[in-house]
C-alpha cells in the first residue's frame, strides 16, 4: 500500500514541477518560481517592507533586498520611502507586476481545477473533505499561524486554517 507520505510528495512535486512551472509560461516575462512567490505576496500586501517580506517568505532579508532591486528593475515593483520612518523603504507592485500575478494565478488555478474536474462528483467532495480535515490536524499540530499562507487582504473567511477562529492567521 502505498503511503500518505509518499502520496503528498507526489503532489508537491506536481505543483513545484509541473503545475507552476507551466503556469508561468503563461506569462512572457519569464519570471522564476521565486519571483513570482513575491510578487504574490505583493499582491496581497501593501507597502511592505523587505524584512517583512523575508520573515513571511522564510527567507533572508539581504536576500528579499536583492530580489526587490532585481524585480524593480524589471518594472514589477516599486520602492517609496515608507510613510511612517523615512530611513525605510516599502514596495508596491507596479501595474507590470499585478498584470503578471494575475496571468500566473489564473492559469495555475485553470491547471489545478482541469485535473479537479476530471474526477466524479464523490471523488471531488471526498477529497475536499479529506484535504479540510487534514489541513485542521495540522492546524492544531503546528498551529494555524505557521501554516498560513499570509493571504492579506485577499483572505478568505471560509479558509480552513481561520474556520471558527473568525480572525486571519495574521492577526
Known sequence: ?????????????????????????????????????????????????????????NITSPAATYALQKLTSDGFVEMESSTTDKREKTASLTEKGVEAVETITTAKERLILGMFEAM???????????????????????????LCLKCGFKHSPKCVLSQGRGQTMED
Do not use: C, W
Open 1 to 57: 500500500m502505498v503511503s500518505i507520505v509518499h502520496n503528498i510528495d507526489i503532489l508537491t512535486n506536481l505543483v513545484d514541477r509541473f503545475v507552476l512551472p507551466e503556469a508561468l509560461k503563461q506569462d512572457p516575462n519569464q519570471l522564476s518560481p521565486s519571483q513570482f512567490k513575491i510578487l504574490s505576496y505583493l499582491y496581497t500586501h501593501l507597502n511592505v517592507r523587505p524584512r517583512d517580506l523575508a520573515y513571511a517568505l
Open 120 to 146: 466524479n462528483p464523490d471523488d471531488q467532495e471526498s477529497l475536499l473533505r479529506g484535504l479540510k480535515e487534514f489541513l485542521s490536524s495540522a492546524g492544531v499540530k503546528f498551529g494555524p499561524k505557521q
